[in-house]
């Protein structure tokens, strides 16, 4: 019996090789996390700032007419919606999305800088990043980003 026991107990275990390091990561990432505020906003501000990095507006004028056209590339594919909007059509923006476009817009008639901001909305369960989208150094609208909160919050190491 003894014996039998030995032999089961040997062949079970297989020779398959844990990844300690990898479950240990796994296992931190499913712990709960007590993160503030104030860490949430900071890494969100990162993750919309790396982001638009890759946005791009290009100025081309039209041979034939001599108008300007403004295209713009979002760059590479992620998994976050991503949008942009021009002053001169604003589209269907409504709630804070509006009244942080009608922000960039105020400070561009007067000649205000504008920087970066994040808001909550859907509440809080999304981070809305927004940052000016510029065309030639001019101000021509706004490019935004939505982050879901639980991306940051598992993106935030402690």
Not at 8 to 36: L, N
Not at 142 to 151: C, V
Request: net charge negative; proline share 4%.
């Amino acid at each position: 019996l003894l014996l039998a026991t030995l032999i089961i107990t040997a062949t079970s275990c297989g020779d398959q090789k844990i990844d300690t390091t990898k479950a240990r990561e796994e296992m931190e990432d499913r712990e709960i996390k007590v993160v503030s505020d104030a860490e949430i906003v900071e890494r969100a501000m990162e993750m919309g700032k790396a982001i638009a990095q890759d946005f791009m507006v290009t100025v081309v004028r039209e041979p034939l007419s001599g108008t300007e056209v403004i295209n713009t590339d979002f760059g590479p594919d992620s998994i976050y919606q991503k949008h942009r909007y021009f002053f001169d059509d604003p589209e269907d923006l409504n709630g804070k999305a509006l009244q942080v476009f009608e922000a960039y817009l105020y400070n561009r008639e007067n000649d205000i800088e504008s920087e970066p901001n994040l808001q909550k909305i859907n509440n809080g369960i999304v981070l809305y990043y927004t940052t000016p989208m510029y065309a030639d150094s001019v101000i021509v609208g706004m490019w935004a980003i939505e982050i879901p909160r639980k991306n940051v919050v598992l993106s935030i190491k402690n």
